[in-house]
């Protein structure tokens, strides 16, 4: 972009109303979330809120408390809801009643039309680039900056594509509650520390309660005052320890509170908690975590590209975002020498990523990082760029050339590409949401009044995430839930289904075997296993039956009932949807194909087994029709003898068909 064009921009920026450009700029961007339906936890909250009995019980302001220790099973048959494979320390339970009751009045007001639930979070978005405005503003009229600062940095946070998922994924608007809230309690803390009083201390701390109360994220708000201290405050040391007291202390009670209610995480290998796992969790913080998140508040590679989006990218996605991290921290160096307030932002940007490290990297931990980002990056492009223009880039010393290179990257980055980011993004979205709608759709459960005895098995699957909310998204959509469901395997690749009895058979993956995908590591902190581990999940019992290396290799399940019950039903996918299959004959084996997961998941390599077991698993439609004779002929006095004497015929391998009863000798 030439120099006079950006100068022009800066210009007509200046002269703009700034909260107004930023929030209907955020807002026009942002509303292409609208075609976004329900994804994953959604359908869990309208369980919860429908008081489904597929899940357990919880109050309406309690959504977000996924897993509890103490949690009961759903039946006898079911048992609990999560996999079998989940870790018997498993907690993942976060208090949020404030975004719990937003969702309880749009479940009231919207019920399961989603464009109403997107509304609401765009309501609640517009609300919160308004208070980031607010916060700006009066950081800009007390350190004597421009109002241009204002709007590009509003602009710069309305634009980024790494808050897509705070704003196009309803169960996510915790984060934008909280950081609302947040941003408020900062506003009112500098006005207090800038001779407000006592009073904008009280609003600090309410607002800060609020934020608490909206989600976890607004536990960085005592960072943030801690870095503004230490840049910005006024006073001894004692006198500024002082004023940030108060903060420190309603953090303190709310993270005993917090604790002894039960909420938190445990026994999960994507949420590593600091009071459940410390030494783990700062090691992952500071290796990992924290530079891939700060990395991409920065720059345009999503945290999650080596987590979500491709397992190849690890181990070159950190060296990638050091990289990125090291050139922006040489170009913004001298100015964060020379100005208090952008040290500050950046200070609680950095900090404010520690708690989020608590979980895997994702763009929708940065709603918080990003505020002091937007604010550096845009006080780096107005000065570097305005600097250029006024001295022009022949008289410019080489490492200020590169400066201003680096400004005019990140002015096409963060200003003309983010916004159309951020729509594709959306699009990209909507489509995976409507793909896992049709997996859910599509799957061949059990209709009608026999549904209520059924119990189904899913073999595998097209996804990792959807068989853990296939029940209640089939509930949503009208439809009967089993007895049981039960998700045996997330394998993204070959397995070989034996059957060992009546009621068992063993499911064999190849290397690395089961446990080892990311949606698995959710719910349980290491994949090793002993042979004989025995997992129930009510009338199914799993056992680890094979182990190799560590690695968990061949696993045996049993039921209560036949495999041949009609009742029960063993779904494979097929390629188009989940199909009922047909158990083998006892001892027999049949080969489950899967070439990887169907959506841009990360996934481990896996090899074929065809060569262990030749034969694709027979659908059950398929296996009935052979079943079924052409004709039977009427069981009449005459042929009674003639059965018994067959039955009395050992070794001759003669087979009497007697309807629905087939008698082999």
Known sequence: MSAPLVTRTLRLLERLPSTLVVVLCGLLVASSSLGVGFFIDDWFHLAMLDDDEFLSHRGALDLFAFVKSDDPVLSSAQGLPSPWWTASDFRAAFWRPLTS???????????????????????LWAALLASVCLFFRELSRDWGRAMTIVTVAGLIYAFDDAHNWNFGWVANRNAVVSVLFSVLALVHYHRFRNGAGSRALAFSLCCYGL????????????????????????????????????????TAVYLVLWQQAGYGTAGSGLYVSPFDRPLDFVVLAVTRRIPLLLSASVGVIPAEASTVLSSSLEGWDIGLACGVLGVVSWALWPLLRR?????????????????????????????????????????????TLGRRDRMGSSVMSVPNRLRSLIASVLFLVHLVAAPVSVVGGM???????????????????PEGAGAAGAQVLLLNSPDPVTPTYLALMRRAAGGEVPQALWQVSIVPGDQVLRRTSLNSFTLEAGPPGFLVEFWESLFRASPEVTPGDVFRRGEMLVTADQVTDGRLERIEVQVERSLDDPDVHLLAWNGERWARVAAPPLGDCALLPMDGYVIPMAHQARPSLAHLCPTPIQSYATAEAQARPSSVAPVTDSSAPQLASAAGQKGQGDVTDTGRCRLEV
């Open 211 to 250: 934020g608490l109360a909206g989600g976890e994220t607004a536990i960085s708000v005592v960072l943030w005052a801690s870095a503004y201290e230490l840049s910005l405050g006024r006073g001894s040391i004692g006198q500024r320890a002082s004023a940030l007291a108060p903060i420190v202390v309603v």
């Open 101 to 123: 009751l937003t969702h309880k009045l749009d479940h009231q007001l919207w019920g399961y039309n989603a464009v109403g639930h997107h509304a609401t979070t765009l309501v």
């Open 427 to 445: 699009g990209v979205f909507a489509e995976l949401v409507r793909q896992l709608d049709q997996f859910a759709a599509g799957a061949e459960l």
């Open 339 to 383: 100005d208090p307030v952008c040290r500050f932002m950046a200070m609680g940007a950095a900090l404010s990523t520690v708690p989020v490290a608590a979980t895997f990297p994702s763009n929708r931990l940065l709603l918080f990082p990003t505020l002091g980002v937007a604010w550096v990056l845009a006080c780096f492009i107005v000065d």
